[in-house]
């Protein structure tokens, strides 16, 4: 089992109840031994639901059982398990997905299609639900509003730190909570990023607003991080809103000029947890924000600040602290976007090294080797066509990426 | 300087002489100390010209030099510089390329328009080019219709072994030669891999028919290969084609049925270098073919297999000798290609894993592991949806490559 990630960031011991949310934690023991790999989140009724999930062709059983799920718009349980993805497992895939629901919903005395599940681990392997069953009913009695840390590690593969973030937000006079859970370390790219994350709000927003606001939210925070460019078959992400907190007017639209507050804490809860995942990235060392800026469209900033961050020369490059621009000139080239590289910029650390689409005379490499030294490094691109901005981030390609998966099957 | 691949084939200690042309090589002394790192390809008047270039927007200084002489369709020299790539280096790179063709024509006494020049090395350090003028001299006394060897020699970079290779070719009656060397180790990936090839010809074939050959036979052969999907400022692939050897009739089209062995040839001495380049993938221990098939066009298939000769999980996998196959399904979900995930077939080795979208009953990792553990690995794919097939050529990410990156700087 690797070290815990340098980067990982301080996170609180536990996070607040959400008034109409509960969970519970518990071990299966179908592959690890000695810890908890069974999460369930419990919720009142009348609870609305969104979903954000992967876009692989290749998607786990889970995956399509949540997305059918989901035009219902109303959640009582998330049940997650640790281990096995019950990824490219057939029909006996679907049908454990179904057993398990049929078990969960039983347990809590709901619909099968108010339950939603999801699945990280190997691929392939057919998954033991029975093992999953048989915990049922010692989590439904270990329901409580507290232990949001445990169910953060319940959830953890490669993990080396377990991950959640909260959120107080305004609507009108009332102060509803947002809390958020995530897993995520190797398999981390956009559409969406590889991983699982579960948010849920006591605010009352019904289901096709929340899935509104959870889609923009997911293009700000996951779907602009990677690790690896490599995307899963599993990737979930929940947002779950109980209306049992503060009493405030049922927001009519996602632009409702009530939901200022609450969607700018929405996007900062999903960037916290995003930058979690890529914090705790396989073997990284160092934690990279990439901007790019002056290009001629939002989706060709993003385009650009992905190459950057998924290049794995640029990775290495940053693993080993060395200032090597060229490699940034390389990937933004392979970008295939529309640049000017008679006025293009690059600063690392906040140090110009290009500018006008060529080194700045007299350039001093010592600040910005002192920059490539640390734990958090920044690089801002200028393609100089355009206005459009975005923000990515990711971390380096190390030594520490290869000991893991090498030999690593989970 | 990292050790000789395990993967270097095993290649002539000199190619044949290709009537009409000569070459030579030089140090310069810009970056190396101890070996050649100038080569100059000289060749008669008449000489028909080909090329393939990055299709990266941040292309160096000699890339840009070439395309604009490629119009003109006639060389009479090729000189190639290793250590620095003089990529980035604004105006004053075109300065710097403009009279190193300069010198280069007043040496030989021919036209500028007919010179074409490429680097190779480190991104975005000023090229000291009267260092190469400087030698030009020593370069044109020391032509000789062989040298193919030192000539691949001088051209490498990180490369552990000098890449070449012969073929010989029917046309009507007459027997032709084609020889050609390459460079290249990281920044690979296809539009076009990252590297120089330099191939030449004593057939007759006017430049129009040598592009369009050129072109099918690049995209069947470096634009199949991978390293590690970076894609350099500086890709040059020319084939020259002297017109010097034994007499036969003048194609009239690139679809001439005289040309098809030479087509045939000329693709082969493609792939032959193409793989040549992945086998001295930075820090590579294993050379990995992916076949898939059933795909709905070529375009998809490409995709495909890009998708799994890309992925760093999949790499990691196979430097692990690890038969995670889950990682291939993974691979072929991103690609974000149509595939039926109930027909899909996967075999490593050719042992079947899955087939019909399962892992196939009574599966027996055994003879799997056995051929994980050797130097050549087979990946075969069938998508099941059309009849659509492409191959890829990759190696695996291993220690060695973040030992390379994580310090070098060229």
């Given amino acids: 089992m690797p070290p815990r990630s340098p980067l990982a960031p301080h996170t609180p011991t536990d996070l607040p109840a959400v008034a109409g949310a509960r969970l519970a934690t518990a071990a299966s023991a179908i592959k690890y031994r000695g810890r908890d790999d069974l999460c369930l989140l419990a919720f009142e009724p009348g609870t609305a639901v969104a979903g954000v999930f992967t876009r692989s062709s ?77 915990k049922l009913p010692e989590l439904v009695r270990g329901l409580a509003p507290m232990g949001w840390r445990a169910a953060a590690a319940a959830i953890m593969t490669t993990d080396t730190f377990p991950k959640l973030a909260t959120r107080r937000a305004r609507i009108g006079d009332a102060t509803v909570t947002l809390n958020g859970i995530a897993k995520g370390s190797g398999m981390i790219a956009p559409n969406m990023a590889t991983l699982l994350a579960f948010a849920v709000t006591d605010a009352k927003i019904p ?126 080239g392979k970008a295939g976007e529309k640049i000017d590289p008679r006025r293009l910029s690059i600063a690392i650390g906040g140090t110009v090294i290009v500018a006008k689409g060529e080194r700045v005379s007299g350039y001093d490499e010592a600040p910005v080797a002192r920059h490539m030294r640390g734990r958090e490094i920044g690089i801002d691109v200028d393609v100089a066509v355009g206005r459009a901005r975005a923000t990515v981030w990711t971390c380096d390609l190390t030594h520490g990426y290869i000991d893991i998966n090498a030999d690593y099957r989970s």
């Fill in 58 to 134: 290749t998607a786990a059983a889970p995956v399509a059982f949540c997305r059918a799920n989901l035009k219902g718009g109303r959640a009582r349980a998330i049940l997650v398990n640790a281990g096995n993805a019950n990824a490219f497992t057939g029909r006996r895939g679907v049908a454990s997905v179904e057993r398990s629901a049929t078990a969960a919903a039983a347990a809590l005395g709901c619909r099968r299609r108010e339950v939603f599940i999801a699945s990280t681990g190997v691929i392939g392997e057919p998954l033991q639900d029975e093992k999953i069953a048989a």
């Fill in 207 to 332: 289901a096709a607003i929340l899935q509104a606001l959870l889609r923009r939210a997911a293009d700000r925070s996951f779907n602009a991080t990677t690790v690896d460019g490599d995307t899963s078959t599993n990737d979930t992400l929940l947002l779950c809103a109980t209306g049992r907190g503060p009493r405030h007017a049922v927001p009519r639209s996602a632009g409702d000029p009530a939901l200022r507050d609450f969607r700018a804490k929405l996007d900062e809860l999903m960037i916290d947890l995003a930058c979690q995942v890529v914090r705790d990235g396989e073997g990284a060392q160092k934690f990279i924000t990439v901007n790019v800026a002056g290009a001629a469209s939002r989706r060709a900033a993003r385009r650009i600040a992905l190459a950057i961050a998924n290049s794995p020369l640029v990775k290495t490059a940053i693993a080993g602290a060395d200032a090597n621009w060229g490699r940034i000139v390389m990937a933004i």
